[in-house]
Structures are given as structure tokens and as C-alpha cells.
């Protein structure tokens, strides 16, 4: 299908301007026009439609936290060494 962008849409495998008409899989296109960020144009040729990456904004997982990594541990001082013992000779 084809639709007419509202809104910048920008993804991986995915980059429309406002008033751009994009052709795009059946699925994406409709997530794009129920979501408000697309309307209805026309019916591209099968050759010419994207595969869905994701829908809309909403519908996307936020990422995962990243693993915070520990400050590493400080090393300790080395110990001072005991004074050497006179030599009595």
C-alpha cells in the first residue's frame, strides 16, 4: 500500500518526510494510519512495498536498561617495607 506521511518516521530500514509518499507493507501501513502518523494514498505494486520493521512508537518496547558495570575496586597501597635492622658490625 501507499500512504502519505503527517509526520517524520525515521527506523532502521525506514525514512519519510512529511507529505512523502512512501510505499510500505500492508501491516506497517496500517499501524502508521491507526496511530495517526500516515493516511491512505493508493496500493503499490507488491515489487515496490518495504517490509514492517516495527509499527509506531506505541507499539515499540522501550531498550532494555543497560547492565551497569561496577567501578572497579581501588588497589590498596602497597605496605611500607620494615626498616632494616641495624647492622651491628
Avoid at 67 to 74: G, K, R
Amino acid at each position: 500500500m501507499q500512504v502519505k506521511m503527517k509526520t517524520v518516521a525515521r527506523g532502521a530500514d525506514f525514512n519519510a518526510d512529511p507529505g512523502q509518499t512512501v510505499p510500505v507493507s500492508d501491516d506497517f501501513g496500517q499501524a502508521l494510519i491507526d496511530g495517526g502518523y500516515a493516511e491512505l494514498v493508493g496500493e503499490a505494486p507488491a515489487s515496490k512495498r518495504r517490509k514492517a520493521v516495527a509499527g509506531p512508537a506505541e507499539t515499540r518496547e522501550a531498550p532494555a536498561p543497560e547492565a551497569e558495570t561496577p567501578a572497579p575496586e581501588p588497589e590498596p597501597a602497597p605496605e611500607a617495607e620494615p626498616a632494616a635492622a641495624a647492622d651491628p658490625a
